[in-house]
């Protein structure tokens, strides 16, 4: 996995967009069920399913794991936001159209602070945070003929976490996304599962020269781990350079990763934004937000990550590398601190409760 700032002398510059399924019972703008492994079109509503005349009704739930959630990435949570349509035809969008938060999303700011491998830390930065409905699935394996329509994760809620193009490795990337999942499992507004789609990552990647002005990026859509995150980056930054000192330009476009060759190919030209002609959804109010229900949820927020860490560090006197281990699964975490109020003698007995678990347990 590449750590170097300078790859043959080219400067790559990644941002990542995180699609995490808010952890919900229900749909952001319908009553449909979210549980995953449901029959296929189990859990639809007439609304689900464009139906005419249906109307959404937003998830309040749902907008309290996304307000969490930028408190406790240092983001603003903005008392007033909208959502917008963002218009385009796909066989599992029976609207037409996706209901996001383009102009003015529910979070604006924060950041992730990450450690390199020589042991110093560097701070990535997030754009914003927009919440959005999902869209369904096609099948195109079930009939050599037919494609077939699966609608149980058409709106399903999704907050869509931007960061800006601060990563300047494949390294610093998995790193960003491994200390994101952490947070969302910490406060529970994501359960994380890569495998189940509930966390999945879209890699924007360019070169260029020091001092030059950024070049035409590609995107890598749907990464589903932070193995294939860091395999694509690699291959897709070793094939641009080789691209580009081949004399050929690289294109905006958008890119898949084969896990199974380890390599990404061409999917589709990549959008801009006027292409999928934005409007605010005129059946959605602006979402407004009281100070004191804000203040509410930043109350009853758990101990952070890296707040933890500082406090293993601390009162236990671990080391930054052991106390990063344990507080990497909240499970992991919880299980530890049981283990050390449990001792007669807490501090003598943090040091070697950590080796324990680090050693004999892992």
């Given amino acids: 996995m590449n750590n170097n700032n300078l790859v043959k002398g080219w400067e790559v510059i990644i941002g990542l967009e995180v699609h995490a399924q808010i952890s919900t019972k229900s749909k952001l703008f319908s009553s449909s069920p979210t549980e995953f492994g449901a029959d296929p079109n189990e859990h639809v509503s007439f609304y689900d399913a464009a139906m005419p005349g249906m109307l959404p009704v937003l998830n309040t739930y749902a907008v309290d794991q996304a307000i969490k959630t930028g408190i406790a990435i240092n983001g603003t949570v903005n008392k007033i936001s909208r959502f917008d349509r963002k218009n385009y035809f796909y066989p599992d969008l029976p609207s037409g159209y996706q209901i ?11 950041y992730i602070d990450i450690i390199l491998q020589d042991g110093s830390n560097k701070r990535l930065n997030i ?25 149980n994760r058409a709106g399903i809620p999704l907050m869509e976490i931007v960061s800006e193009p601060d990563m300047r490795s494949s390294y610093e990337a998995v790193q960003y996304v491994k200390s994101l999942r952490n947070i969302l499992k910490y406060i529970g507004a994501c359960d994380c599962n890569m495998e189940k789609g509930n966390l999945r990552v879209d890699a924007n990647i360019s070169i260029h020269k020091p001092n030059t002005p950024f070049g035409n990026r590609a995107e890598i859509k749907n990464i589903n781990s932070t193995k294939f995150l860091g395999d694509a980056l690699d291959y897709e930054i070793q094939r641009q350079i080789m691209e580009t000192e081949a004399g050929n330009k690289i294109r905006q476009e958008t890119r898949l990763f084969d896990a199974h060759t380890g390599e990404t190919r061409t999917m589709r030209s990549k959008e801009d934004a006027d292409e999928y002609r934005y409007f605010p959804d005129p059946d959605l109010k602006p979402l407004i937000l009281e ?72």
């Fill in 291 to 362: 100070q004191s229900r804000i203040a509410k949820i930043k109350s009853e927020l758990p101990e952070l990550p890296d707040a933890k860490k500082k406090r293993y560090i601390n009162d236990y006197k671990l080391t930054d590398f052991d106390a990063s281990i344990l507080v990497e699964d909240k499970v992991v975490a919880d299980y530890y601190e049981k283990a050390v109020n449990a001792s007669k003698t807490p501090n003598e007995s943090a040091k070697l409760i950590a080796n324990w678990i680090l050693g004999e347990l892992f």
């Fill in 127 to 151: 754009h914003h945070i927009h919440m959005e409905q999902d869209a369904g699935k096609s099948v195109h394996d079930m009939s050599p003929c037919y494609s077939y329509i699966d609608l």
């Fill in 100 to 110: 996001t938060q383009m102009f003015f999303p529910i979070i604006t700011g924060g």
